[in-house]
């Protein structure tokens, strides 16, 4: 959404500068116009692929292959076809495509579709930042005037470095009120890494290739000035990459944000447990393996050190040492533990097809919802539920109305329908859960 802000912010400007002028009322149109109809455009291009995806069965590549084309032909429709921001509407369209197909690629095709996207903002990063350095390295290399002014240019992009420091913690300072007590809150600890993390990177690196593209016209925008936008935002990008990104893990342990919480730090001992006591079992149970024969057995411990400390495991939560007291787990950690055993159920029922993808789409969202929740108020991840299995007062409404009466009763049954599956999944789901927190306090407890 930032990047999509800014790049409608920069064909603003962009115009402003190539010589157009704009009223307060044509700007007010110009920033209406593109992003609304960015917006619409997106959503009109995730309807139909969303209806398009309803028609794929389990096909990994056609899947891939329709994202891909969606994202291409929406892009170029509305920067070329209708004139509004074509990354508006391709932010609008992965929106649209995370609220409504987040469980129409299951499996193996979430996991290629999520590798497949990775690959190709990889490769597409990898492209900008060379072509930036090519531009660069052009302007040095051929004794452009601009970089050999007694250093000028470099002092002013140490400047221009600061000046983005400074400006982004007068932001975050000036807001921070409003993101303390807003939306998810924000302790001063987040608003240091929030205002020291910001790094900049392929997008303003493809802004300022834009306008080297468009340079060359003395009047409005020369081929220098586009050389030392290219420049300035190359050297910017470059900074924030070395000084910021490099520093950013020595701030995190210096204000302590990289430090686990007390019942995360049990948990982790304690899977780091289990998977070792698993270990030992299976390296038991090998004996005489049929294809491994009589292996020597004392060799193999000997180079595989984790099988080597046998006799000699503690169990974390050993009662003997530690009391009583490592029963009070921090009951937020608990609720997020049972919420995600909810949510891996509904996935288990999905890819089983015991739910439909339109039913799993709301369950997802209900816990979703209650884990945005979870340290201010308890479990609520029902009364996100509760609105789809009430009937709305409009049916009422239907049922005095002049529609025919098969027509009335189709909705009512399918809203029944839909209501079942979602009560039936809720439970199965929460029992499910439960019973898996249950066994796991109960190690705790009795280990």
């Known amino acids: 959404m930032n990047d999509g802000t800014a790049i409608v912010v920069y064909q ?36 139909v692929s969303v209806l398009w995806l309803g028609y794929i069965f ?29 990354v508006l509407t391709v932010m609008t369209l992965g929106m649209f495509f995370s609220a409504a197909t987040r469980t129409a690629f299951k499996g ?70 409003f993101l303390r007590y807003f939306g998810y809150g ?26 080297k593209r468009s340079s060359g016209d003395p009047a409005h925008l020369s081929s220098q000035t586009g050389t030392l936008f290219v420049f300035f935002t190359g050297g910017i990008v470059f900074l924030t990459l070395i000084l910021n990104g490099s520093t950013t893990q020595f701030l995190l342990h210096f204000l302590g944000m990289d430090r686990l919480s007390a019942a995360k730090r049990r948990i982790l001992e304690y899977t780091k447990f289990e998977m070792q006591k698993k270990a030992l079992e299976a390296f038991r149970d090998l004996g005489e393996d049929e294809e491994l024969g009589p292996a020597d057995w004392p060799t193999v411990k000997r180079y595989i050190k984790s099988l080597g400390i046998e006799g000699e495991q503690v169990h974390p939560y050993d009662t003997s040492e530690m009391g009583h ?10 609720r997020v533990r049972l ?33 945005d ?26 049922q ?13 049954v399918q809203r029944l329908e839909s209501a079942c599956y979602v009560c039936a999944a809720f439970l199965r789901a929460h029992r499910t859960a439960r019973q898996q927190l249950y066994d796991f306090i109960a190690l705790l407890l009795f280990c």
């Open 186 to 211: 924000l302790d001063w600890k987040e608003a240091m890494i929030l205002s020291w993390s910001g790094l900049r990177g392929a997008v303003a690196l493809s802004l300022s290739l834009s306008v």
């Open 325 to 334: 007291n490592h029963v009070e787990m921090n009951l937020q950690d608990i």
């Open 58 to 86: 389990n096909d990994t590549v056609i899947e891939i292959a329709l994202t891909l084309a969606v994202s291409y032909v929406a892009y170029y429709t509305a920067q070329e076809g209708m004139d509004v921001s074509g």
């Open 339 to 371: 919420l995600n055993g909810v949510q891996a159920a509904y996935w288990v029922m999905l890819d089983e097809g015991r739910i439909t993808e339109s039913t799993a789409s709301i369950l997802m969202q209900s816990v979703d919802e209650a884990l």
């Open 400 to 412: 005095g109305t002049m529609l025919p009466r098969k027509l009335v009763t189709f909705f009512i």
């Open 12 to 47: 603003l400007f962009f115009q402003m500068v190539l010589g157009r002028s704009f009223t307060w009322v044509a700007i007010l149109k110009f920033l209406v116009r593109v992003s609304l109809g960015a917006v619409a455009t997106g959503i009109t291009f995730g309807i």
């Open 108 to 177: 193996e095709s979430q996991q290629s579709l999520h590798h497949f996207w990775e690959m190709v903002a990889y490769i597409a990063n990898t492209l900008i930042f060379i072509l930036s350095g090519t531009v660069i390295a052009q302007g040095v290399l051929s004794g452009n005037s601009i970089f050999d002014n007694h250093g000028v240019s470099w002092g002013y992009l140490i400047l221009l470095y600061v000046y983005v420091q400074v400006s982004r913690a007068v932001v975050v300072g000036v807001l921070f009120p």
């Open 373 to 398: 929740k979870v340290a201010h108020e308890p479990l609520c991840d029902w009364k996100g539920l509760k609105r789809n299995v009430h009937f709305p007062s409009y049916y009422r409404v239907l």
